[in-house]
């Protein structure tokens, strides 16, 4: 049946999502099926070979899978008649639980379940009857949807290789047509890992439904569906045998091992993006030499973990050996049921299984024919000539070799790719480094530019500002020179008046001091005056106290008198005559004594008074004199400390006047190097203004 002309879409791209971040291109096979030209990395279905390694790639999810599940589960709703065929590589996406998978979708309604391993079988044995009937040169197998789609767009000189049989979800669907009329009626339902299948079912006329593992699982999850609850529900198919591992890398080959023990020495098993392209892309080259073909079945698969690891399944993170661990314990159970005595269901032997898989073969019922789609890659893209692309490195600004710098960062292999890709409207030069580079220079140098012109046209306000302040402050220098200098000459009159009090008050300091000395003197002498007056007044307490004890002897004296004149009356005159003149004497003495005594005892009490008033002005005076002292001292002291104040007065004017000597000194330097400024603002002023036309 004839493919239709136009791939339908697989792979959707969320623009919400998108970064243009050009991870996808990166990863991405086919590269003209991105368009990066936009503000997001667009896709054209038309040239996707739908590997989905974009949607792997894409870690802000603006890229998800196609399929039919929304179509496949309102049609359940409806009851539409339903069958499905389950891909074998559902062992390991359902954590071994294919079974159960059985029992959930008949739940759903599904009237039988197929396993595809029988149509692996039954494609097996359609490329042997090929390749024994032609025996070809190189056979390239199919069953990789997404491969085929790459050689028909991009490598169609490889078409004639291909293996003219449908792939083993095709092979199923046609046995079920043609040898389960019951079934014919009903719609199809794929259950698979990989989107791109979709392509392959619209290109042969079979397959209704495209329901991805990935969407089961997400629905399941999202309702709350464990699978396990299901009973584990058999095929409705006779059961395979090592075609069960049909989804793992070499699964082809090592199925065809069962009839030719050496298919390994005639048999290339490659996979996974980034070799399988690369050796497709230079096979046909490699022909032409002779080199190729070294082997001549290709076992080829464009996912590095084979459909255990599709872009419908969430297999693409896990461990290898965790996927294929589950896919190959289903295939030691099958095994185990051949090798049991050859119980196979019904008891069938190896060859009863045989017989069985002729039963559901016919000549040219698997026949598969290809479509050349390259006209349509032609189409949208353009190969750009040498001087075309040598224009587009002008506009990315790559004018010297070193400017190819093929690193990749746009997300295409080379400089040359992207180039092409620009020509063609698919991307644009801002997505590339060396030119965001370049315009990022340019941008800044323009910046720069338009800064520097605003920091000429500041720098020039500032300057003309500047100078009118050095205009003013020139002005404002020789004024202040002028009173500077004036100033000096008053200040060294001022000295001049200091220098003279200073002298003066050197002269009073030793008047002074001289006073001071002087007082100290007749201070000294004062006290010892009052010293004399106290010794003076004790001798005359001294003399009071004599008089008073001649006064006694007097008193006595003038009793003995009174006694003798007694005793010479009693004596008689002759004998007292004499006692009476003694007596007399005596009398006159004492009387005499006594008013002498009298008067030197009041003269001394006199002189005592004077004394004693004396004494008393004495030490009057003598403090009188001591305060004269103290008053000498404070004005000495006082006259000490304005010498001293004058001597740093002095020292101090004599450093002013040093000083303002200095300071004339500078203010004339100063005014001078304003000057100088002022010429050299008005040269730089030039100098910018010629600076800017440049």
Not at 382 to 405: A, F, G, R
Not at 596 to 612: D, E, M
Request: some cysteine; glycine content about 6%.
């Amino acid at each position: 049946m004839k493919s239709q002309s136009i791939l339908r879409p697989i792979i959707k791209v969320l623009e919400n999502k998108c970064v243009n971040c050009h991870r996808c291109i990166a990863v991405c096979p086919a590269k003209m099926c991105n368009d990066g030209s936009g503000k997001i990395v667009d896709h054209h279905s038309e040239l996707c070979i739908g590997c989905g390694e974009c949607i792997t790639a894409c870690t802000h999810g603006a890229r998800i899978g196609i399929d039919d599940f929304d179509a496949f589960m309102a049609d359940i709703k409806q009851d539409i008649p339903m069958i499905a065929i389950v891909a074998p590589a559902a062992a390991a996406s359902f954590q071994g639980l294919y079974l159960n998978l059985n029992g959930y979708l008949k739940s759903l309604g599904l009237k039988a379940i197929f396993d595809v391993s029988l149509g692996a079988e039954l494609t097996v044995k359609s490329y042997l009857e090929y390749m024994k009937r032609a025996n070809p040169k190189l056979v390239i197998a199919q069953p990789c949807s997404t491969l085929v789609s790459f050689i028909e767009l991009y490598r169609p000189e490889l078409i004639p290789y291909l293996a003219p049989v449908d792939s083993p979800m095709v092979h199923l669907m046609k046995m079920i047509r043609r040898f389960y009329p019951e079934y014919r009626n009903h719609r199809i339902a794929v259950i698979s890992p990989c989107y791109s299948k979709r392509r392959e079912f619209d290109a042969c006329g079979l397959g209704d439904y495209n329901v991805s593992f990935r969407s089961l699982e997400d629905y399941m999850d999202g309702a709350g569906i464990d699978i396990a609850c299901f009973p584990a529900t058999e095929y409705d198919n006779p059961p395979a045998e090592r075609a069960v591992l049909f989804s793992s890398p070499g699964g082809l080959m090592r199925t065809v091992q069962r009839y030719d023990r050496d298919v390994m020495g005639r048999t290339r098993k490659i996979e996974g993006v980034t070799e399988v392209y690369h050796y497709f892309a230079h096979l046909s080259k490699t022909i032409q030499t002779g080199n190729a073909p070294v082997y001549q079945l290709i076992d080829c698969l464009n996912c590095s973990m084979g459909c255990n690891g599709g872009p419908g399944t969430r297999n693409r993170a896990k461990h290898l050996d965790d996927v294929e661990y589950l896919v190959e314990r289903r295939r030691r159970e099958a095994q185990a049921t051949y090798q049991n005595q050859g119980h196979f269901r019904q008891h069938l032997s190896r060859k009863k299984f045989e017989k069985m898989l002729d039963k559901y073969w016919e000549q040219d019922l698997y026949r598969r024919d290809y479509e050349d789609r390259s006209a349509v890659f032609k189409k949208m893209v353009c190969e750009p000539n040498k001087q075309q692309i040598d224009q587009i490195y002008v506009k990315l600004h790559k004018t010297e070799k070193s400017h190819i710098l093929n690193c990749g960062a746009c997300g295409y292999r080379s400089c040359e790719q992207m180039a092409v890709a620009i020509f063609n409207h698919l991307n644009k030069p801002e997505n590339c480094v060396h030119y965001l580079e370049v315009l990022t220079s340019e941008q800044n140098k323009l910046k720069a530019q338009q800064k520097l012109n605003s920091i000429f046209d500041h720098t020039l306000g500032e300057l003309h500002r500047n100078l009118e302040g050095i205009n003013s402050l020139s002005s404002s220098i020789t004024e202040t020179a002028n009173y500077v200098f004036s100033s000096t000459s008053q200040i060294e009159k001022m000295v001049e008046g200091t220098l003279d009090i200073h002298s003066t008050l050197e002269k009073n300091a030793e008047a002074v001091l001289k006073l001071n000395q002087s007082s100290q003197d007749g201070k000294t002498r004062f006290h010892r005056i009052a010293e004399l007056i106290d010794e003076v007044s004790v001798q005359a307490d001294g003399l009071i106290k004599a008089c008073s004890v001649i006064g006694d002897i007097a008193d006595q004296t003038s009793i003995l008198g009174m006694n003798a004149a007694i005793e010479a009356a009693h004596a008689g005159q002759a004998v007292g005559k004499g006692f009476a003149v003694v007596a007399s004497e005596i009398r006159k003495l004492a009387d005499n004594s006594s008013k002498q005594a009298v008067k030197i005892q009041n003269s001394l009490k006199s002189i005592k008074v004077l004394i004693n008033n004396s004494k008393e002005s004495s030490s009057l005076a003598e403090n009188q004199f001591n305060l004269i002292v103290d008053l000498i001292n404070v004005v000495r002291d006082e006259e000490l400390r304005i010498k001293g104040t004058m001597n740093e007065q002095s020292s101090g004017s004599t450093e002013v006047m040093y000083s303002f000597r200095e300071i004339s000194k500078l203010i004339a330097k100063v005014k001078d190097e304003s000057s100088r400024l002022r010429e050299s603002g008005e040269s730089i002023i030039n100098d910018i203004n010629a600076l800017k036309v440049i």
